[in-house]
């Protein structure tokens, strides 16, 4: 009985220790906790690849964006201005981050639409055959080069 009261007395022990020890570097370090908030999960390998957003009018946005990334998150971190683009954050009920790609680029698109990634399609202006949505498309390596349309005009499909 003495030896497993010991036991657990060390044990807490040494957890409180651990705790104290986290905190005194958490403190030395001085983190502000508020300047890592991102929209995206961290990504340790930074592995980037480049990809243009083309304007309806034809303007050319060059711009890189973290494996991993969804093309709404490239939108985002890189500030580019489109208008009333990704407002639903990617939950997948407005259909403003509507995208066009060319084919071989549809084709090679690491995976295919799903149902509820269809039915925002369908509320989607300027739909082609080689649409998506750009929160449902995740970066790969394979994606390097990547160039997509931006439809003149946004359906908004909460309004
Ligand atoms: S950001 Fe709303 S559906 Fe993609």
């Known amino acids: 009985m003495l030896k497993l009261v010991t036991s657990r007395?060390?044990?807490?022990i040494t957890t409180r220790n651990a705790i104290s020890k986290s905190n005194a570097i958490i403190k030395s370090k001085q983190y502000n906790f508020s300047k890592h908030l991102s929209t995206t999960l961290p990504n340790l390998n930074k592995e980037e690849v480049e990809v243009t957003f083309v304007r309806a009018n034809g303007v050319r946005i060059k711009t890189k964006g973290n494996i991993g990334d969804t093309?709404?998150?490239?939108?985002?971190?890189?500030?580019i201005d489109l208008d009333g683009f990704g407002a639903c954050e990617g939950t997948l009920t407005c259909s403003t981050c509507h995208l066009i790609f060319s084919k071989p680029d549809f084709d090679n698109l690491p995976d295919k639409p799903g149902d509820e990634e269809l039915d925002m399609l369908d509320l989607a202006y300027e739909l082609t055959d080689t649409s998506r949505l750009g929160c449902q498309i995740t970066l790969t390596?394979?994606?390097n080069g990547l160039e997509?349309?931006?439809p003149a005009t946004v359906n908004d499909a909460r309004s």
Do not use: C, F
């Open 9 to 12: 007395l060390i044990q807490q």
């Open 141 to 143: 390596k394979e994606l």
């Open 71 to 79: 093309l709404l998150d490239v939108v985002v971190n890189n500030n």
């Open 148 to 150: 997509v349309r931006v």
